[in-house]
């Protein structure tokens, strides 16, 4: 029987790809999007995925995705947490609404999910749960602070839920990606991207394809003895 792929922020980018990517390897796929219904849509037409509407900040909204998809498909086997919101700021301007914006999206909405998602793992003795961080959750940014503390939380989350769900057979794990070539950069102009890809030992910034490689070896069974773990796919920007 095929396996169930559950992505959050399915309808741009890294979930996007990763929508695409497991729908032709014959997966189930269910997808949420937010603000991006026409790029959803497309992607549901193209692929025969699943789209679900859901603010992922949102409990009861990431519930209800989430046992949609289990009613269609009868099982949630992977779960990859990768809608997130990215924004600038000096750390002093951050207001109270910016930051409960970053961590609920970035952070709360992975916990909504792997809550919901984890009964249903449970109940099969199975599953394998795929965080999407940053680089910047490892070592921090500036200017970015509230982003890296939501993605350094991602860690935390992985860590710890990996060694309490670990004795039932789930897997937790994390990709750190550097930069990746999607809308969450077209802010940088072309000289910040060329300093970029010159500060990064493989000379170039990643495609979606190059993080969705992770996202299936992790999501596999041939990373079946590998949990709690946190993959840099950063070009060796960070080592
Ligand atoms: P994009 O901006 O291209 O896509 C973000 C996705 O998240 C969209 O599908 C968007 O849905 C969804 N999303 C945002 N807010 C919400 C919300 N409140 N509820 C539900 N979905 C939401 O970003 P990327 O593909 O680049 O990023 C994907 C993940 O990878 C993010 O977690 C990001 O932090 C992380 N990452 C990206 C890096 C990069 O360089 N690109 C580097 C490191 C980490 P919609 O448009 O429908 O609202």
């Keep these: 029987m095929a396996k169930t ?3 959050s922020g399915g309808s741009r980018g890294i979930g996007a790809c990763a929508v695409r990517e497991f729908s032709k390897l014959g997966y189930n796929v269910a997808f949420t999007y937010y603000k991006s219904k026409e790029c959803a849509m497309t992607l549901k037409n ?3 995925a699943m789209a679900i509407f859901c603010d992922i900040a949102d409990s009861k909204q990431v519930k209800a995705a989430i046992d949609t998809a289990y009613n269609k498909f009868g099982s949630i086997d992977i779960l990859i947490n990768n809608a997130g919101i990215d924004e600038f700021s000096l750390f002093t301007d951050i207001t109270d609404e910016m930051w409960q914006r970053m961590i609920n999206t970035n952070l709360s909405g992975a916990f909504y999910a792997c809550r919901s998602a984890l009964p249903y793992m ?20 500036s200017c970015e602070v509230h982003y890296s503390v939501s993605k350094a939380g991602l860690i935390g989350l992985t860590k710890s839920l990996a060694k309490e ?4 057979n789930i897997r ?3 990709i750190c990606p550097g930069v990746i070539d999607t809308d969450m950069n077209s802010c940088l102009s072309e000289d910040d991207i060329n300093q970029l890809k010159s500060d990064t030992p493989l ?12 996202i ?5 069974d041939c990373s079946s003895f590998i949990t709690g773990q946190i ?4 070009g060796g920007y960070i080592i």
């Design 165 to 168: 769900v670990g004795p039932s």
């Design 231 to 234: 993959l840099g796919v950063n």
């Design 216 to 220: 299936l070896f992790l999501a596999d």
């Design 172 to 174: 937790v794990n994390c």
């Design 46 to 48: 193209d692929t025969g």
């Design 203 to 214: 000379g170039k910034i990643g495609t979606v394809k190059e993080v969705f490689d992770s």
């Design 122 to 141: 449970l109940s099969k003795k199975q599953g394998s749960i795929i965080n999407i961080s940053s680089m910047w959750g490892q070592v921090g940014a």
């Design 5 to 7: 792929v559950f992505v």
